[in-house]
């Protein structure tokens, strides 16, 4: 039993990992609600931000709903009656930017405020506001043709049912996935069912590598990635002008259940054309742009382009504030420059975030904007590289030409032009800035000590830290608490200064993501981390479609080095239904894995169906139903088995940030 029960704690490190990019749509009830009305410093801040720009200029709000059909009303329930997506929550949105919300983030939140059904031209549909991103529905000969089948199975089903009722109860004919992140697949399974595709033949169209990327994108930080994606996305701030306005492509997440389906045709050439359901698509793949699976297509009968990710109304992120491997600048910007070629003849873009795109000359002229801007942050970057400024420094110095800067389109709502610098410099030169300093540093609580015993204690650091928040310089009041928050976690007055600089920070910011960072920050400086990490239940159907080696990758990974000094355990895993075979063993204090015959010198075998394995990882079984299921079996040394999986450590992503 022991046995058991500890395979079934080392689902935390597992399933952390496994899904991925999807680990940070995970619900959390917590509310971080900030009270704190904006400061003299930061109204006239906003104030000053909106004398720039044409913040009244009607053609985004015309184009935002134009081709409306009908609005949705009430909620989106779980299968147990939870709310998950409420569409009345954002009404607030509506007239002049309070003083709590920059003006030109609260102008593209009213955008993104947009929601229902909408007519992108004859024979094309979106639902848009039913979750982050947009389901396209295209008409076919027999049934409808979905693009991206958003995040959850609950927004997904819903998001379709609503479409029906204005357009028609047809069939799906054919499934369509853009790219490989879960916001665009996760809520297939509230589309169709897997046997109904097999049944009907229905295809199944995505980019080349995209069950590979889409089931094993920053696998082995997915618990990393999850809990900082809860200061990107801002999934605890309650949504109100103090709290979440938006997050730079959509509302917000719906945090339901998850799944995948396998596709049946992958696009694997850089220009294909195929025909679905009656209806020619000439496909393009752009791996590597917004994700590492990702393709375009138009539809020259519709004379219409989807961008997918490759561009959307804002700018997007080379390295999301959660973490993930580095996008190619000048990449993305050549894949844009190709689409102006692909887009001859074209009348409408739409993309499966924000809105579309009307009329030839403004869709080419989009594209140039975007491939200008990504091009014009990749060479000043490089230029200052080559002139010897560091990260810090070629982020404040940069900044864009008046005629991109003056195009809402390319303004930082989701990415921001000073973080993507940053990762500019890190693709090509690392995070370290050449500065030996740099090379060895003591960890930041520790050096924050020194700070504080330096500048005289904390009472003068916060004396200080008050004289610049009064001034309104709060990124120095930040700096300077920070330094205090990290030596001293206990200091409540510090904290709360601290959680103040913040929102005002956030209320400053344009990027919705920084937006919501700042305000997560200040909630979890008054109170705490999060208590509860994902919800793995919710991720059963996607890890069923999770190669065993990546469960096993995360495992190695959370493998406890020094405890597992001196111990050399070796396990057999037999998956039965899967057939697979796998030999897991500790050398030098590594967990190696192989896939062999099982070894006759194994301390134990686990032999049990892929489905359990996945359960058990999740823990969605309990001892109990593990105990007297006949799909598993333990033959061997079952000390050595406890011994072995002990070692696993378990990493629930609930660890702290600001306060460490």
Known sequence: MKSISVSVSIAAIVVAGAVATSMYFTKHTERLVSTADATVSTVQYNAGFAKDLKLDDPVDFEAASRGLIARPTGKILSANGTVLHDFDAYKFIDGPAPSTVNPSLWRHARLNAEMGLFKVTDGIYQVRGFDIANMTIIEGKSGWIIVDTLTARE?????????????????????????SHIDHFGGVLGVISADEVRQRNIPVIAPKGFMEEATSENVLVGT??????????????????????????????????????QPTKLISQSSEELTVDGVRFVFHNVPGAEAPAELTFSIPEYKAYCGAELVNQTMHNLLPIRGAKVRDALGWSDYMDQAIDQVSGIEVMFSQHTWPVWGNAQIVNMLKLHRDTYKYMHDQTVRLINSGYTPLEIADMIKLPQSLASQFGVRGYYGDLRHNVKAIYQFYLGAYDGNPAELNPLAPAESSKHYLELMGGADKVLAAAKSAYDKGEYRWTAELLNHAVLADPGNKSVSELLAKTYEQMGYQAESATWRNSYLTAAGELRNGPPKKGVNRADFVELLMQTPTERFLEAMAAALNGPDAEGKNYKLNLVLTDAKESYVLWIENAVLHYRKAPTANDANATLTLTKPLFVKMMVGTLGIKDVIMSDDLKVDGSKIELIRFLALIEKQPGTFGIVIR
Do not use: C, E
């Not at 927004?155 to 790219?179: M, N, T």
């Open 224 to 261: 990393a990635m999850g809990r900082r994606s809860a200061y990107q996305f801002g999934r605890n701030l309650p949504p109100n002008a103090k709290g979440l306005v938006d997050t730079g492509l959509g509302k917000d997440v719906v945090y339901g259940t998850f799944g995948i389906m």
């Open 155 to 179: 927004s997904a089903a819903a998001a379709l049912a609503f479409a029906r009722q204005k357009l028609g109860d047809k069939p799906v004919s054919a499934i369509i996935f853009s790219h």
